[in-house]
């Protein structure tokens, strides 16, 4: 299975049928991707506004207006609270998940499909599903608290200043982790059974099998995982807006959601744009970052 | 049988063929609006059924647009050349959509209209700048303060004698309170609604300027602050929730008891007695209060329609359509989609039997003239000077005053410290 | 003596393991238990301040009213529509596209792997502006196809990827061996790689057509008629503002999320099977 297919890029007798298939492909990134992305850059240097009416070219002045706004860096700070916590529930609750589903027991074919169900659902329904539990008034989850007594009075989960970030941290874990159990079980099952049983012989327990054996050989899938999971998750919009609309107060605000608040509550097209590109060389950065730091993971690992 | 059987699909094809080439002439109206609820559309589709069935050759449509995204759509459709003929709006809307260039004045067709049905002028004035008018007005909309004279009498409070003042209205909201009632909801969300709340609380303060006469931001005043300061006790006193409600809450709140005061607009008419189970005779309603030496008033919309078209033969549709829709009659029951909420902005509707004679109207008749009456001390931002300022759309399309009210709110800010906040934010939105 | 300690020991590990396999289980499902059973009560038991688990009293009225109040049959047809062509265009773009970069060599095939990795890294709210613009020069704002195009978009970057290893782990002989006997690049991709890789390409297929499912943020932009409108969007007019009726939400809830869960349950077997194929190397 780990049979490795060399890059080759020089010209061959596949050149041309190769690139034949790739045209399609590319054009549409091309228009779809490459063209906005210049776009973006442009307007991130004008003074263009949403009406369109305006658009001299400012130098970098959007730029500096941005990194001298407080609320651009708290909207940057909220981005780093939303993925770093993002990525560690999910590691976490996913690993475990992974775990107890690869365990032998009736109806495990059903539990490890099924189990993604919070992640078919579309988002508009995982916002009603969590505003409706969480509910102030009406929410089944304040009227079990207060039935044993955890609270006295209800808790406005997604209306507190304090708590907003953590429950739509929750919400989107609990629409991703079963996604990420899912992958990771695929991965613990290729792992030799040979490997426990020689460390069981030589006296290894269950937490120094887990160190020694299972991590190691998870952590190309797990590296894998955290490039595209991170770059995924600090990209969500929707479950944030469709549940905060990045309130209350700016609780929620991340930066996607703080583009499109600068563009399309306030009009201003050009700095939305200049933080979209201050986003994106970030995880340029983050992705090259990535490339160097982790071992196991080479570029060519991922694409080819 | 056969032989019938293939008549009727002969003939049913040639009245098919017949009615495409008459309806293909057809002149299509589309409409924008933001009246969201399915029974406010399903009313005004009867009145639009009524006018395409007599009148073949124009067809006119309706759309539904959510106000948290009015401004991004009518924009990118104007752009794209998918505008609506007719828009629905609020002053400080149309200060905003108005600088695309495409909402086309519409002096001539008011002065018609104005001549049958003579419009109110305070309805006409916050669309009239520029030498031109740039909507025709639809409705007024006017913040009042409900009260439950039901709960009020359980508190042991004279229901026929609701709190006028500020200092009344909080000894009321204890009183209640002593007696296991919460006594109000004031909304603090980001949404247009807390806006509108607040505003009606700055008016009857006496901080409604937002902008001095030369249009610069005064908005932080020892004013404003007091009024901030008092929207915080009221806050104080208000349910779990308020952080994120938008027009629904506060009724359904009102009508199932948890609060025995609301300040809110005529929606609360027409669903109290089924919703909250007692006669609608408890249902009562004042001014909003004001403290001794502020002033009576509160936030007053009149809603309009712009229209986007150059085109001849739709404008004709147009003017047909809105000739039909101002008749007393049909916008009598055109105000029946929601009735109390919308006031007549014409002196032939405000007159009219199909107005005042809608059932909810008619049972609630006192309370609607009260409304009426309250219309007169109404005030909007940004429309409080000679000359309208048009960077009001700015700062009501960010909700700037609801964001201040969260700050204090949901951060903790003072009162002075949101509003400086507030200030600058205007600065920034106008600069 | 032990061999008992130990028999007991691994009773209460197997008891364990199913108490949690069932605390996983009402982790994901409680909730949609919760939606649905909001979704048949009457409203007055819907906002009872002591919640009944099962309904007291069944009732259909949110769905008669929703279905009333909406075009509930168009949104599903704008959807499925949708959701139809943004699945068959990204199956064919990213088997093409990867068997290109898996299988085939040519200059400045790496240039073309970072670009597609940039889709990954491209924030979706920056293209959303400037994609106004393309396809407000197209003619395609208000046009189901705008959200066909955009969709492929969001898919097929990860589709090659997921197509990787079935593309990767397939032998280099057999090419040579068509190759040999004659076979053209076309005959060979299309009569082997093809069927070889099917499985993966269903995975594509099927994540593409659940993420078009869901998408909202530029459905909700570029879309301006009702009878345009996607599912999600379509439903979202009733969780705005006005709104406050639990049981209309809650339905809605419920008939947005059917379509996807009735798809799932034909060919989850094989998206699960084709995702973990294809993660892992």
Same mark, same amino acid.
Request: a neutral charge; hydrophobic letters at 50%; glycine letters at 6%.
């Given at each position: 299975?780990?049979?490795?297919?060399?890059?080759?890029?020089?010209?061959?007798?596949?050149?041309? @049928?190769?690139?034949?298939?790739?045209?399609?492909?590319?054009?549409?990134?091309?228009?779809?991707?490459?063209?906005?992305?210049?776009?973006?850059?442009?307007?991130?240097?004008?003074?263009?506004?949403?009406?369109?009416?305006?658009?001299?070219?400012?130098?970098?002045?959007?730029?500096?207006?941005?990194?001298?706004?407080?609320?651009?860096?708290?909207?940057?700070?909220?981005?780093?609270?939303?993925?770093?916590?993002?990525?560690?529930?999910?590691?976490?609750?996913?690993?475990?998940?992974?775990?107890?589903?690869?365990?032998?027991?009736?109806?495990?074919?059903?539990?490890?499909?099924?189990?993604?169900?919070?992640?078919?659902?579309?988002?508009?329904?995982?916002?009603?599903?969590?505003?409706?539990?969480?509910?102030?008034?009406?929410?089944?989850?304040?009227?079990?608290?207060?039935?044993?007594?955890?609270?006295?009075?209800?808790?406005?989960?997604?209306?507190?200043?304090?708590?907003?970030?953590?429950?739509?941290?929750?919400?989107?874990?609990?629409?991703?982790?079963?996604?990420?159990?899912?992958?990771?079980?695929?991965?613990?099952?290729?792992?030799?059974?040979?490997?426990?049983?020689?460390?069981?012989?030589?006296?290894?327990?269950?937490?120094?099998?887990?160190?020694?054996?299972? @991590?190691?050989?998870?952590?190309?899938?797990?590296?894998?995982?955290?490039?595209?999971?991170?770059?995924?998750?600090?990209?969500?919009?929707?479950?944030?807006?469709?549940?905060?609309?990045?309130?209350?107060?700016?609780?929620?605000?991340?930066?996607?959601?703080?583009?499109?608040?600068?563009? @399309?509550?306030?009009?201003?097209?050009?700095?939305?744009?200049?933080?979209?590109?201050?986003?994106?060389?970030?995880?340029?950065?983050?992705?090259?970052?990535?490339?160097?730091?982790?071992?196991?993971?080479?570029?060519?690992?991922?694409?080819? | 049988?056969?032989?019938?059987?293939?008549?009727?699909?002969?003939?049913?094809?040639?009245?098919?063929?017949?009615?495409?080439?008459?309806?293909?002439?057809?002149?299509?109206?589309?409409?924008?609006?933001?009246?969201?609820?399915?029974?406010?559309?399903?009313?005004?589709?009867?009145?639009?059924?009524?006018?395409?069935?007599?009148?073949?050759?124009?067809?006119?449509?309706?759309?539904?647009?959510?106000?948290?995204?009015?401004?991004?759509?009518?924009?990118?459709?104007?752009?794209?050349?998918?505008?609506?003929?007719?828009?629905?709006?609020?002053?400080?809307?149309?200060?905003?959509?108005?600088?695309?260039?495409?909402?086309?004045?519409?002096?001539?067709?008011?002065?018609?209209?104005?001549?049958?049905?003579?419009?109110?002028?305070?309805?006409?004035?916050?669309?009239?700048?520029?030498?031109?008018?740039?909507?025709?007005?639809?409705?007024?909309?006017?913040?009042?303060?409900?009260?439950?004279?039901?709960?009020?009498?359980?508190?042991?409070?004279?229901?026929?004698?609701?709190?006028?003042?500020?200092?009344?209205?909080?000894?009321?909201?204890?009183?209640?309170?002593?007696?296991?009632?919460?006594?109000?909801?004031?909304?603090?969300?980001?949404?247009?609604?807390?806006?509108?709340?607040?505003?009606?609380?700055?008016?009857?303060?006496?901080?409604?300027?937002?902008?001095?006469?030369?249009?610069?931001?005064?908005?932080?005043?020892?004013?404003?602050?007091?009024? @901030?300061?008092?929207?915080?006790?009221?806050?104080?006193?208000?349910?779990?929730?308020?952080?994120?409600?938008?027009?629904?809450?506060?009724?359904?709140?009102?009508?199932?008891?948890?609060?025995?005061?609301?300040?809110?607009?005529?929606?609360?008419?027409?669903?109290?007695?089924?919703?909250?189970?007692?006669?609608?005779?408890?249902?009562?309603?004042?001014?909003?209060?004001?403290?001794?030496?502020?002033?009576?008033?509160?936030?007053?919309?009149?809603?309009?329609?712009?229209?986007?078209?150059?085109?001849?033969?739709?404008?004709?549709?147009?003017?047909?359509?809105?000739?039909?829709?101002?008749?007393?009659?049909?916008?009598?029951?055109?105000?029946?989609?929601?009735?109390?909420?919308?006031?007549?902005?014409?002196?032939?509707?405000?007159?009219?039997?199909?107005?005042?004679?809608?059932?909810?109207?008619?049972?609630?008749?006192?309370?609607?003239?009260?409304?009426?009456?309250?219309?007169?001390?109404?005030?909007?931002?940004?429309?409080?000077?000679?000359?309208?300022?048009?960077?009001?759309?700015?700062?009501?399309?960010?909700?700037?005053?609801?964001?201040?009210?969260?700050?204090?709110?949901?951060?903790?800010?003072?009162?002075?410290?949101?509003?400086?906040?507030?200030?600058?934010?205007?600065?920034?939105?106008?600069? | 003596?032990?061999?008992?300690?130990?028999?007991?020991?691994?009773?209460?590990?197997?008891?364990?393991?199913?108490?949690?396999?069932?605390?996983?289980?009402?982790?994901?499902?409680?909730?949609?238990?919760?939606?649905?059973?909001?979704?048949?009560?009457?409203?007055?038991?819907?906002?009872?301040?002591?919640?009944?688990?099962?309904?007291?009293?069944?009732?259909?009225?949110?769905?008669?009213?929703?279905?009333?109040?909406?075009?509930?049959?168009?949104?599903?047809?704008?959807?499925?529509?949708?959701?139809?062509?943004?699945?068959?265009?990204?199956?064919?773009?990213?088997?093409?596209?990867?068997?290109?970069?898996?299988?085939?060599?040519?200059?400045?095939?790496?240039?073309?792997?970072?670009?597609?990795?940039?889709?990954?890294?491209?924030?979706?709210?920056?293209?959303?502006?400037?994609?106004?613009?393309?396809?407000?020069?197209?003619?395609?704002?208000?046009?189901?196809?705008?959200?066909?195009?955009?969709?492929?978009?969001?898919?097929?970057?990860?589709?090659?990827?997921?197509?990787?290893?079935?593309?990767?782990?397939?032998?280099?002989?057999?090419?040579?061996?068509?190759?040999?006997?004659?076979?053209?690049?076309?005959?060979?991709?299309?009569?082997?790689?093809?069927?070889?890789?099917?499985?993966?390409?269903?995975?594509?297929?099927?994540?593409?057509?659940?993420?078009?499912?869901?998408?909202?943020?530029?459905?909700?932009?570029?879309?301006?008629?009702?009878?345009?409108?996607?599912?999600?969007?379509?439903?979202?007019?009733?969780?705005?503002?006005?709104?406050?009726?639990?049981?209309?939400?809650?339905?809605?809830?419920?008939?947005?999320?059917?379509?996807?869960?009735?798809?799932?349950?034909?060919?989850?077997?094989?998206?699960?099977?084709?995702?973990?194929?294809?993660?892992?190397?």
């Amino acid at each position: 299975m780990q049979l490795k297919i060399k890059i080759k890029s020089g010209w061959n007798n596949t050149s041309l @049928f190769g690139i034949v298939l790739i045209a399609p492909l590319l054009l549409w990134i091309v228009v779809m991707i490459v063209y906005p992305l210049i776009s973006s850059i442009w307007m991130s240097l004008t003074d263009v506004d949403f009406l369109g009416i305006n658009s001299n070219f400012v130098g970098i002045s959007n730029y500096i207006e941005l990194i001298t706004d407080v609320e651009f860096w708290t909207a940057m700070g909220k981005s780093m609270i939303w993925t770093i916590g993002n990525a560690l529930l999910q590691l976490i609750l996913g690993f475990t998940t992974a775990l107890i589903i690869n365990q032998q027991f009736k109806g495990k074919s059903f539990v490890r499909i099924w189990i993604i169900l919070s992640w078919i659902i579309p988002t508009i329904v995982l916002a009603i599903i969590w505003r409706w539990i969480l509910n102030s008034s009406f929410g089944i989850l304040n009227y079990i608290l207060q039935l044993f007594n955890f609270v006295e009075q209800p808790i406005d989960f997604l209306g507190s200043f304090q708590l907003a970030m953590p429950t739509v941290i929750f919400i989107n874990t609990w629409r991703w982790f079963p996604f990420l159990a899912i992958i990771i079980l695929a991965a613990l099952q290729t792992i030799p059974v040979e490997q426990y049983n020689a460390a069981s012989i030589d006296g290894a327990n269950s937490f120094q099998k887990f160190i020694y054996i299972t @991590f190691p050989m998870m952590r190309p899938t797990l590296s894998v995982l955290g490039l595209i999971g991170t770059l995924w998750s600090i990209n969500i919009f929707d479950v944030i807006y469709m549940l905060t609309r990045g309130g209350p107060a700016g609780a929620t605000e991340t930066i996607p959601v703080f583009v499109y608040q600068k563009a @399309f509550q306030e009009y201003a097209m050009n700095k939305a744009s200049a933080a979209a590109v201050i986003l994106f060389l970030f995880l340029s950065v983050f992705v090259v970052f990535y490339f160097k730091i982790e071992p196991t993971f080479r570029e060519d690992n991922f694409l080819n | 049988m056969k032989k019938v059987g293939s008549i009727l699909l002969v003939m049913g094809f040639l009245v098919g063929v017949v009615s495409f080439a008459v309806f293909g002439q057809q002149v299509e109206i589309k409409i924008w609006h933001m009246e969201q609820p399915p029974h406010r559309v399903k009313v005004f589709q009867e009145v639009i059924d009524q006018f395409n069935q007599n009148n073949p050759d124009i067809f006119v449509k309706q759309q539904v647009l959510d106000w948290m995204n009015a401004y991004q759509k009518t924009i990118a459709a104007i752009q794209a050349r998918q505008a609506p003929e007719i828009l629905f709006t609020l002053p400080d809307f149309t200060t905003v959509i108005k600088q695309t260039g495409a909402v086309q004045p519409v002096d001539e067709l008011f002065m018609e209209l104005d001549q049958k049905y003579d419009f109110i002028e305070a309805a006409v004035k916050p669309y009239a700048y520029d030498g031109h008018i740039w909507a025709i007005p639809t409705y007024g909309m006017i913040h009042m303060m409900w009260y439950r004279k039901d709960l009020f009498a359980q508190a042991g409070l004279d229901p026929d004698n609701p709190p006028r003042t500020w200092e009344q209205l909080l000894t009321t909201i204890e009183q209640l309170e002593e007696n296991g009632i919460t006594g109000i909801g004031v909304p603090a969300s980001y949404h247009m609604y807390t806006d509108q709340a607040i505003y009606s609380f700055m008016i009857a303060g006496g901080s409604h300027q937002i902008f001095n006469e030369n249009g610069e931001i005064v908005f932080d005043n020892p004013k404003t602050v007091r009024t @901030f300061e008092f929207y915080q006790q009221l806050v104080d006193h208000s349910p779990q929730g308020i952080t994120g409600w938008s027009w629904a809450e506060p009724q359904l709140a009102f009508n199932n008891g948890t609060i025995a005061i609301a300040i809110e607009k005529g929606q609360f008419l027409s669903p109290f007695e089924e919703e909250s189970g007692v006669d609608g005779s408890n249902l009562g309603v004042a001014p909003v209060p004001y403290p001794a030496d502020g002033q009576r008033g509160s936030i007053y919309y009149p809603n309009g329609m712009m229209i986007l078209t150059t085109d001849q033969a739709k404008l004709a549709a147009v003017k047909k359509f809105l000739n039909y829709l101002y008749e007393p009659e049909v916008n009598g029951k055109w105000f029946s989609m929601e009735p109390g909420l919308f006031l007549p902005v014409t002196n032939a509707t405000l007159n009219s039997e199909s107005f005042w004679s809608n059932p909810i109207v008619a049972q609630y008749q006192d309370l609607v003239k009260l409304m009426i009456e309250q219309s007169e001390y109404g005030r909007l931002f940004g429309f409080n000077h000679q000359s309208v300022n048009q960077n009001i759309g700015k700062i009501a399309g960010q909700y700037i005053l609801a964001q201040t009210v969260q700050e204090m709110v949901v951060k903790g800010l003072s009162p002075e410290e949101a509003i400086k906040w507030g200030e600058e934010k205007m600065k920034e939105a106008i600069k | 003596m032990s061999f008992i300690k130990r028999k007991s020991k691994s009773k209460k590990r197997a008891v364990l393991k199913y108490v949690l396999i069932l605390l996983l289980l009402g982790v994901i499902i409680l909730p949609f238990y919760w939606i649905f059973i909001s979704s048949v009560k009457p409203t007055d038991e819907l906002i009872r301040a002591i919640p009944t688990f099962v309904p007291e009293k069944w009732t259909v009225n949110h769905y008669s009213n929703l279905f009333a109040a909406s075009d509930y049959g168009q949104y599903l047809w704008n959807s499925f529509y949708v959701a139809f062509w943004t699945m068959l265009i990204t199956v064919i773009l990213a088997s093409l596209g990867g068997y290109s970069i898996y299988r085939c060599s040519y200059p400045g095939k790496n240039l073309i792997s970072k670009l597609i990795l940039v889709a990954y890294i491209f924030p979706q709210v920056l293209i959303l502006i400037p994609l106004y613009k393309v396809m407000s020069s197209f003619s395609l704002i208000n046009n189901l196809w705008s959200l066909i195009i955009i969709n492929v978009t969001i898919c097929a970057p990860f589709g090659v990827w997921l197509l990787k290893t079935f593309f990767g782990t397939i032998p280099m002989a057999i090419e040579e061996a068509a190759a040999i006997d004659g076979a053209s690049q076309f005959k060979t991709l299309y009569k082997i790689f093809i069927p070889l890789a099917a499985p993966g390409m269903a995975t594509v297929a099927i994540y593409a057509f659940l993420t078009s499912w869901t998408e909202f943020l530029f459905a909700n932009t570029f879309i301006l008629d009702e009878e345009l409108k996607t599912l999600p969007v379509g439903l979202a007019r009733f969780i705005t503002q006005y709104n406050v009726d639990w049981g209309l939400l809650t339905a809605g809830a419920m008939v947005t999320a059917i379509p996807p869960l009735v798809f799932f349950a034909f060919v989850g077997k094989n998206f699960v099977k084709g995702l973990t194929t294809g993660a892992i190397k």
